[in-house]
């Protein structure tokens, strides 16, 4: 069963978290969309408070189980924005659900598959993993996500996310890593989907390249590079990344 928090009333505005997050990264950033919007921040399968018993899952599965959910709780074309892993799941439930989604957000993510380097780096952490335990690599795993010049600043902010992190089971951990290294590319699914399409890029994320980003600019509605951002936007801009989000969900009511 998938754990989720609900906030606010009107149209459904959903946000999913990235890898070794959970749906508390949001906390601090959905408060004005609230106004608005029904804003959902779910657990994806082993992370937060959502269990995964078995030690595999794909992003397939993953988009049906959100599908599921979508149904249980009567939402109707939610507006769905992903984080990372969280972009990844949500292009794959718009290739599932194509028009039953209003609109998409990709937050410093990409409709583009592992190349073989980002393959051989997953399965090196797969291996570190079951050898040391999760509590080790998220020691390691997060400040990296941080441009380098804004880690200082940010150093509670790290701490707190490692805290939330090392919450996560080992289970779905090694579940995700897969699911992210065996991903396919749904570029089509990017380019094709007919509802709006957000992208915000950040220029010094070292897990998703900005070069790689812009690729994705000619088929979005809305498109923002972070000048001195890495991959977490929302906590490194977190005014401009709420302005953005903003924007894009107006264009929904014009």
Known sequence: MLKFTQEGTGPALV??????ESKAMWRDFIGDFSKDHTVYCLDLPGFGESSLSENHISLEETAVLIQEWMEVQGLVQPIVIGHSLGGYVTLALAELMGIGLKGIGLFHSTAFPDDEEKKHTRNKTIAFIKKHGVDKFMDSFVPPLFAEQQR??????IEELIKEGKKSSKNGVLAFLAAMRDRKDRMEVWMNFPGPKLMIAGE???????EASRKHEPFASHYHELEGVGHMGMFEAPELTKGIVQDFLDDFSQ
């Open 152 to 157: 200082l600043a940010q150093a509670t902010r």
């Open 204 to 210: 010094f994320d070292l897990a998703v390249k900005i």
């Open 15 to 20: 946000f999913i978290h990235g890898f070794c």
